[in-house]
């Protein structure tokens, strides 16, 4: 699959990344003669982040190819990502240019954050708004708005590339979210031109409190607790009356002229100007995987998107023989002061290939639901080479005994270049969860452990046996 982005600002190489990313070849035509420097950086970035928010590997990834001629670039393409600036005579210009170029089924989004589409296509085109969210290779949200049948079919793609696409019911200038930003972003220059707070106060009475409720349940939900047992009912009736209090200048717009925008400047430069640009992006994407994935565990919010998009992705497969039980990327977080990953991800990675291997013989969430499980009674591990953060990470799983109680694994944590970086031998008892003691697995779970271990009978397990196993140990 091809896509192809035509302006390739910030919003355009986050597009880029995002479709890169999920494996599809991407096209980017934009006249800045740096376009090819800034939208490398973008991608380098999104190399570093996307790939930490899964326990799976991506998809390969797509070809990435830049175009001086715009036709050139959108030919081809399944899906078009205008992202020029947010300029209505530009936009006229463009959208007209990218249909004329396109095929008759490709889908034409536009990035705008405020225009409708009836606006955007007042020259005879058929784009959708799909309005994302920055980065947009982390954050799932697209909004859309059009053409309905057009809608539906962008959804899927964009499900398919890890997305949330969020349908607008009716066409409204800024959409949904943006008019929400919009609302606090007017109370805050207030504040800041009134003197009541600095631009670096307003961002902690954010980042410290309502930020991360709206990052787990937006603002109902949020709110339905606030009214406790009683629920939205009485939060409405408590708080309600304080909507015909002057508490807001929604209604009112602070004069936009040279000196609010020094004012406004010269704080944020005192709040931040000690980092570039890249390095905050850093910051913030490194903040943004790690919320996301402490998201990932309830699959609330955009952690259930990730959850969601990491299941549907293709199986592992194998490598010489054995299953492959993990396939990520290394994240910064498994490594430590000398650079390279600390030895608790070792076994992590293995703990993480132990759970798969569980699940593919039948003993995955809903067996441990159902009361039983296999716990973990010896490991050992051999460190053989450094792993560090940003590289592919595979793990091959062999049974090398699964009779009775026992499950005995032997796994090879491998480089992305083949080369042996750790092996993990582990063996578990099957346990009640009831009683908290070791008892026979189901038949079925049993039957599929023997066919695995019969697989693997005369596969060679160099490393293996030497201390695990060499004794009778069970849960009391």
Request: aromatic share 8%; proline share 5%; charged share 20%.
């Amino acid at each position: 699959m091809k896509a192809a982005i035509i302006g390739g600002g910030v919003i355009g190489g986050g597009w880029a990344a995002r479709f890169l990313l999920n494996g599809w070849d991407v096209a980017i035509f934009d006249p800045d003669p740096q376009a090819e420097r800034k939208i490398g950086e973008v991608i380098a970035n999104a190399r570093r982040a996307l790939p930490a928010l899964y326990d799976r590997a991506l998809p390969p990834e797509g070809a990435l190819t830049f175009h001086t001629d715009m036709a050139e670039a959108v030919r081809g393409s399944a899906w078009v990502q205008e992202s020029v600036p947010e300029t209505l005579a530009l936009k006229h210009k463009v959208l007209p240019a990218i249909a004329a170029a396109a095929g008759p089924d490709t889908i034409i989004g536009s990035s705008t954050s405020g225009f409708k589409p009836s606006e955007l296509n007042a020259a005879g085109t058929n784009a959708v708004v799909a309005h994302p969210f920055n980065p947009v290779y982390l954050l799932p949200l697209v909004e859309l708005v059009g053409d309905a049948a057009t809608c539906a079919r962008a959804a899927d793609i964009l499900r398919g590339i890890g997305m949330f696409p969020l349908i607008v019911r009716k066409e409204i200038d800024a959409h949904i979210a943006d008019r929400l930003l919009e609302a606090v972003w007017r109370e805050a220059l207030w504040l800041v031109k009134d003197g009541i707070a600095t631009t670096e106060e307003i961002d902690e009475s954010i980042r410290m409190a309502f930020g991360i409720r709206w990052a787990q349940m937006g603002l109902f939900e949020t709110y339905r607790i606030a009214g406790g047992e009683a629920g939205m009912k009485h939060f409405m009736a408590q708080f309600g009356p304080a909507l015909a209090w002057p508490w807001t200048k929604l209604m009112d717009v602070p004069e936009f002229n040279d000196e609010l925008v020094d004012l406004i400047a010269s704080q944020s430069d005192a709040q931040s100007g000690h980092r570039s640009i890249r390095e905050l992006e850093r910051l913030r994407d490194d903040n943004v995987v790690g919320m996301i994935r402490a998201l990932r565990r309830s699959g609330s919010g955009a952690g259930g998107v990730v959850r969601a998009h990491e299941e549907a992705l293709p199986d592992l497969g194998e490598q010489g023989g054995l299953p492959i039980t993990v396939s990520r990327q290394v994240p910064v977080t498994w490594t430590d002061y000398n650079g390279h990953m600390n030895e608790t991800h070792y076994l992590e990675a293995a703990s993480l290939a132990t759970d798969r291997f569980m699940e593919m013989i039948g003993a995955g969430p809903d067996y441990v639901a159902a009361g039983r499980s296999y716990f973990t009674v010896e490991n050992h591990i051999r460190y053989l080479d450094e792993i560090h953060a940003g590289e592919r990470l595979t793990v091959t799983s062999q049974v090398l005994a699964g009779q009775g109680k026992k499950l005995h694994l032997f796994h090879r944590l491998w480089h992305g270049d083949g080369t042996l970086a750790a092996t993990v031998e582990t063996l578990l008892l099957h346990t009640d969860l009831a009683t908290r003691r070791s008892s026979l697995p189901q038949t079925t779970v049993a039957d599929a452990l023997a066919e695995w271990a019969a697989r693997h009978a005369d596969l060679p397990a160099e490393g293996a046996g030497r201390f695990v196993g060499q004794r009778d140990t069970a849960p009391a």
